[in-house]
């Protein structure tokens, strides 16, 4: 966004103040984030910086917090129990929401604008609500406190992202391709697995990814459902910030951020490949 | 989560080298069989109608079970009232004909020993005597008492029942136990409105030193309505950069956006509780800075402030990518027309940019408003007592105080008023519409 | 010296002979126990949980939902999948789980442990701590402390009604966000006399009081909701003054060398206590005998300073595992400590606390 040539001075001006204004925007974006990842090597039981972190002495650091961390077993627990529902539910919530998908972008399907309503309507209704109405009827069909439930509730919970993303990727999908495919003598099967799968998969992956972050960081609905044996790593984090704050929780944070960086980059390769695949490149 | 992709979304027709028209749509070869052509094709779109009904219905069926049925099973509960007329079947039938006006005769209390007797052996005197006491103070003493000590109690009841306890020989106890004996009852949406029944059965506000839940909806709202706000004007500058810089660089600066995007929400609220409390980051800069003193730090937690601030932050995202994805839509040339046909830089900008840029606005602000009036978390860690939400009641009642109705009921207003907002959205934007970054 | 040891000898004798005919047929199980967390939780781990492991096998889970144990129970019964085997309780959530019929109904003496002199458990206990469903553990305290640091070292508060004098002693006070203790309080800083406490407050114009002496402080005050928040907010210097359970504040004191001091005048003390879930009896009866035992109560109370819910216990009561401190002067009932105690009146709270939580929030609010 360069200053055109035509610019009169206070335009000039407007432009850099509006760029000040714009990084100071990122700073509050990006700057929490970054401020917890060395918080979380203090070596005091503190949330702050202390001196010594601040003339940056090596002793003011220390890894205390994520041997802490290691040797919880209600932490390693915990982990456990998150990527037990989490998987679980990204593989049920994706399995259902591309099948669902499919259909959704047929030209002939029926009362689409409202079925589609009804499915992304998990993603709507505020997180409470639903674990409350949850909480209700899991209890009576014998489902609460159970791993079965937790991961039934993370499903729905998914859902609306599967079907966005592959419905979105269905969407920009040249149907015209599987007749040409067909015109060049595959049979269905083969049209699927050659031409539809390969163009849909980023979709489904990324669809997969929201569902599994989406089960990963959710909180309000295990705290209503699961029972003690499903405490998942939200819920750890939960109760430890509201009872017994302790700088853990920003090591716990910290490999947190980390793990978003990480599946944010997946995310970006997966649509580069998209695009790539479908022979538009990045400007 | 934004109505579209962060990225443009070139025209994504086919490939120019994908052979098209090499074959017809298959309805038409049908005609071989002689079969006409117009109930052939109705056959075709009937079967492919029932394909995708197919593949959607498990799907369907799944949501149904698990996420439709509990909604309407909690708007049911909000209404349910079964304690009164299961637990006390015998008092309900003898007050049948009662005047209401006086105590009523012993018949009534004879009944009354009977259920509680009843009551008392199997158990199931718990949840009616918290019920009862939601109604009038005292009556959970006045039933678990009297229920302790009916094996003792020998008629006549009504001066027995009334010497164990005054409640039994106080007018409202039995105009409450009419009012609440149908199997439904309206008591916990009135009291999700700070409102009751009078002894005489009008609806009427309690008194003010009662009242909660309709300033918390309404605080709820205008600090949903102020977070939305600061999105919008913390977003709409970011967003007009990335629409408006070279792809390679606001593709990197998309990043910075979509990170807090993908961090977890506790990791996010912790990270402003690192930052907000008063002996926190910002505090500790400020005194180190000398912008403040050591014994007058900022009060920015436990307030309205941190959760408006936390909130912010949070849901940044959800305005930004709307925004942008609006924006990018917007040709740079419409500005520099307006620029060379003779337009200062701001009344351009107010005049072609701005309005263009409205349907971003409204579909980020909507989707920032459903996203904060349903917030739990956040409000429940940074914001004290004067920073929380309508949701905490939620959550208390359910967990706390045990009154599931009342929770039911206040969670069925706010779903009554995301509903309302979420069709306007779907007005607006559509659904289908909506992508993901 | 030698009359204490003898007198423990015996005792640990009778609890290994208990536990050698607890052991002869029984199995290895799993114990889910629910508590409060904190130092409360390791006092039992200490005290109870890890010699019981020890002896029997077990394997004994700690779930901290003390907090919402009555919402846990219900909702567990309900589903018919009762997963806790054993919850740590307040008596006024006991008496409302009880009557909903979720936990079961217990003879004392049939199935606790006598005394090691052989008083039966119905005498042994506390007098009036014996409930239907409930087997009392401890005393506990509802007290005020505060950081005495924050005051001048020969000008510090002594009284409830220091707490609520903002001239003398200025300063954020950390109180707990319910009505309960804070009413009872309100009316001892405003003069009403310990004992007749729960009489004034059961008056319309005994409300108005309370609120208007809590109306007096309400801007210097950060409402807790988790028992570990005061003594973090105290020992953070967020507040001068913080509410708390009096072994939360102790541990502080004690563990973390925190310079804190407790307000004894006007504590509001009552029992907390096991109850068990309906139809869990038969798997914990043998670790209630031996958890509720005179020496293990006894035991407990080295970790954490809440008086053993027994008589028979407090002679026994000695210094803290840790430090070796006397533990005696830091219980709630020490005599000192007692003369203005206000015991919580359950039944008060039972009918109207539903109300007064209201009328609290909506006072918050304003």
Known sequence: MAVPSYATRGERIWHYVFLVLCALIFLFLIGPLIVIIPLSFNAEPYFTFTPAMLHLDPAGYSLRWYQDFFSSSDWLNAIKNSFIVGISATILATVLGTVAALGLSSHHMPARGAIMTLLISPMIVPLIISAAAMFFFFSKINLAQTYAGVILAHTVLGIPFVVITVTATLSSFDTSLIRAAHSLGANPTRTFFKVVLPLVTPGVVSGALFAFITSFDEVVVVLFIAGPEQRTMPIQMWSGIREQISPTILAVATMLVILSILLLTTLELLRRRNERMRGISPG | MSQSAPYPDPAMGAPDDAPTGAGAPSAGLTTADGVPLKKSLRRAVRRSKLKALLLVSPLLAFLVIAFVMPIFDMLWRSVDNPEVSTTLSRTVTALEGWDGQSIPDEPVFAALAADLREGQADRSLGLLASRLNYEKSGMRSAVMGSARRIARVEPPYKAALIDINDAWGELDTWQVIQRESSPYTLSYYLAALDRKYSPSGEIVQVPEYMQVYVNLFWRTLWMSAVITLTTLVLGYPIAFLLANLPLRHSNLLMILVLLPFWTSLLVRTTTWIAILQSQGVLNDMMVALGVIADDARWQMMHNKIGTIIAMTHILLPFMILPLYSVMKTIPPSYMHAARSLGGRPFLSFRRVYFPLTIPGMAAGSILVFILAIGYYITPALVGGQSGIFITNYIAYHMQTSLNWGLAAAIASILLFVVIALYMIFNRLVGVDKVKLG | ?366
């Open chain 3, 1 to 366: 010296m030698l009359k204490s040891r003898l007198f423990k000898g015996t005792a640990m004798a009778a609890v290994g002979l208990s536990a050698l005919s607890l052991a002869i047929g029984a199995h290895a199980q799993t114990l889910n126990i629910v508590s409060w967390g904190g130092a409360y939780s390791m006092s039992q781990q200490k005290a109870y949980n890890e010699p019981w492991m020890e002896k029997s096998g077990d394997k004994i889970v700690n779930i901290d939902r003390s907090g919402n144990a009555l919402a846990g129970l219900r909702a567990q019964s309900q589903a018919g999948n009762v997963t806790w085997d054993l919850v740590d309780m307040l008596p006024a959530d006991a008496k409302i789980a009880c009557a909903e019929g979720l936990i079961e109904p217990i003879d004392h003496d049939a199935i606790l442990a006598d005394a090691p002199d052989g008083t039966p458990p119905s005498e042994d206990f506390v007098q009036g701590s014996l409930d239907e469903c409930f087997i009392p553990q401890i005393v506990y305290s509802n007290i005020v402390a505060f950081n005495t640091e924050m005051f001048p070292e020969d000008h510090q508060p002594s009284t409830i009604a220091d707490v609520f004098n903002l001239e003398e002693f200025p300063g954020k006070r950390a109180l707990i966000r319910k009505p309960i203790n804070n009413l009872e309080w309100a009316l001892v800083a405003d003069g009403v006399a310990p004992a007749d406490v729960y009489d004034v407050l059961s008056t319309e114009e005994g409300v108005q009081r309370a609120f208007a002496k809590l109306d007096t402080i309400k801007d210097q005050v950060i409402w807790w909701t988790e028992g570990a928040q005061p003594p973090q907010l105290l020992a953070d210097k967020e507040v001068a003054f913080a509410s708390a359970y009096n072994g939360r504040m102790f541990n502080a004191q004690v563990s973390e060398n925190q310079p804190f001091k407790i307000i004894w005048d006007a504590q509001v003390f009552e029992l907390d206590g096991w109850v068990v879930p309906t139809g869990k009896l038969d798997k914990v009866k043998d670790y209630l005998y031996f958890a509720t035992d005179t020496q293990r109560l006894a035991d407990q109370a080295k970790y954490i300073s809440y008086g053993p819910a027994r008589k028979s216990s407090a002679p026994m009561v000695s210094t803290h595992a840790e430090t070796g401190i006397p533990m005696k002067t830091h219980m709630p009932t020490y005599p000192p400590n007692f003369k203005t105690a206000i015991p919580k009146d359950n039944e008060f709270w039972a009918d109207n606390n539903d109300e007064l939580t209201q009328r609290f929030d909506a006072w918050l609010a304003q």
